[in-house]
């Protein structure tokens, strides 16, 4: 879906920097989700956000923190990045109650 | 814990034969379960899901049967074709219905 929408798609940077990764999306939905995929551990729930009051932890949120600037924006931010921050990340929204979520194309983050 | 477990890892089948892959989880209150199918490079994209009232459901070549008594799902594909191969990801609901759990991914390659 063209409508969920990462920026940058790809990232080089190095340990200390701060970087922030952007989601925004067209689809409507309230819920929106940051994920981070490493082989051979699949997908692992970094933040989540009901609506822009709400935000919470996943399995995984140390290191890392979020804002939602609008029902349509999520944020990802890495205040100091680390290597081992390396992975693909990717953002995803969904309706909740048990309906399928709906990813973005990813961001490729590599930290030297 | 919510624990997703998936296997294989990875499954290799000629061209024409049916794959099976099976996960098991441990959140006996999930009663929504999606496949997400992941091209090299690409988005995870929703290829089916069940929902607890139901045992199977199918789609073309594709299926999933679901057994809440023993916490375990499984996709079937069969007559499998080049354009198959992908990583294939299992999940279930969580936190009430508010995230999914992701399991850790079964690399497929359909061999000509």
């Known amino acids: 879906d063209a409508d969920v929408t990462q920026t940058p798609r790809n990232r080089i940077t190095k340990t200390g920097k701060r970087i922030m990764l952007e989601c925004s999306q067209t689809?409507?939905?309230?819920?929106m989700y940051w994920y981070r995929q490493d082989p051979g551990l699949g997908l692992r729930l970094i933040y989540y956000s009901f609506d822009v009051k709400d935000i919470n932890k996943g399995e995984i949120s140390d290191g890392y923190s979020v804002s939602r600037q609008a029902q349509a924006k999520f944020s990802l931010s890495l205040e100091s990045a680390i290597p081992n921050q390396t992975a693909l990340y990717f953002c995803?929204?969904?309706?909740?109650?048990?309906?399928?979520?709906?990813f973005g194309d990813g961001t490729r983050l590599s930290i030297l | 814990g919510e624990n997703v477990e998936q296997h294989p890892s990875t499954l290799s089948v000629q061209e024409g034969d049916s794959a099976v892959i099976k996960c098991t989880y441990s959140?006996?209150?999930?009663?929504?379960f999606p496949w997400y199918k992941q091209e090299l490079g690409k988005r995870p994209q929703l290829i089916i899901d069940?929902?607890?009232?139901?045992g199977e459901k199918k789609d073309q070549r594709i299926a999933v049967t679901l057994n809440k008594t023993a916490k375990h799902f499984s996709l079937h594909i069969t007559e499998t074709q080049p354009e198959d191969s992908a990583v294939y990801f299992c999940a279930e609901s969580t936190g009430g219905g508010n995230k999914l759990t992701f399991g850790t991914g079964t690399q497929l390659k359909v061999e000509l």
């Open positions: 959140d006996s209150a999930s009663n929504y």
């Open positions: 995803a929204t969904g309706t909740g109650g048990n309906q399928p979520q709906h």
């Open positions: 069940i929902r607890s009232n139901v």
């Open positions: 689809k409507g939905h309230d819920r």
